[in-house]
């Protein structure tokens, strides 16, 4: 909680009322943004924080697959890997940085590699902190105010939190009951002008869907059609 300035030089004087009293005296109003990010945080973190499984969180009797957390110990080469770089070999080993240019090397061959005919120079590669982060910077620079992001429910339980963070709307749009797949229908008539991204991941989470070769080539003619329809690109984002 913050206190207006006004209230500080109003207050400070008065020898009852300490710096605790004036905080709470005073404060300041939320921006319309933060109380949109409340509401569509709200349900999430009351489960995460108040639910059954909030309160057996731990147990070792129930298999957890909430969050996706791990259930083993890390494999050894990834411990054995974090060791050998945590040792600073120059004065600037924890200083500020941009991505890393042998990452971004390492990264662009393997997924030319992946990808067969396509190339993937180092510059096309941006390293973040995780998707988390990675979407938060894709969402801050591609959304206006008021623009629409579909996700595709049952989802990670944060997209929403996401796109309202960055002034957008999030539009829901329900997988198909029978087998978790795209439903292509129900997603091209959630498009509208205002549509700019739809976020995907395959396999999907929280499902396991993993999204065949028919159904990406669907949705790609989707998002064509409708950015053609619409004279805006409209972006898929793939965590």
């Known amino acids: 909680m913050l206190a207006s300035a006004h209230a500080w030089r109003r207050w400070r004087r008065r020898p009852d009322v300490n710096a605790v009293s004036i905080i709470q ?20 973190l009351e489960f995460l924080t108040q639910s059954e499984w909030a309160r057996r969180r731990g147990d070792p009797s129930i298999a957890d697959f909430v969050v996706g957390n791990p259930h083993e110990m890390p494999l050894e080469g990834f411990v054995s890997a974090l060791r050998r770089h945590v040792e600073p070999h120059s004065s600037d080993w924890f200083a500020y940085k941009m991505s890393e240019p042998a990452a971004q090397d390492s990264i662009a061959s393997a997924l ?5 005919g396509e ?33 595709v429910s049952p989802p990670w339980f944060f997209y929403a939190a996401l796109i309202v963070a960055e002034g957008g709307v999030p539009v829901r749009v ?14 091209e008539a959630a498009i509208t002008p205002r549509t700019r991204a739809i976020i995907l991941d395959s396999p999907n989470n929280p499902t396991g869907r993993i999204y065949p070769p028919r159904t990406l080539a669907g949705i790609a003619k989707v998002l064509t059609r409708a950015s053609q329809r619409h004279g805006r690109d409209i972006f898929l984002l793939s965590s």
């Open 25 to 44: 005296a005073a404060p300041i109003a939320l921006s319309q943004r933060l109380h949109a990010l409340q509401a569509a945080t709200a349900a999430p």
């Open 112 to 116: 030319s590699n992946q990808f067969g």
């Open 119 to 151: 190339r993937f120079a180092p510059a096309d590669v941006l390293l973040t902190t995780g998707a988390f982060a990675g979407l938060t910077v894709v969402l801050k620079t591609i959304v206006d105010a008021g623009d629409e992001v579909l996700f």
């Open 174 to 187: 329900c997988a198909r009951a029978d087998d978790f797949d795209l439903d292509l229908t129900a997603i």
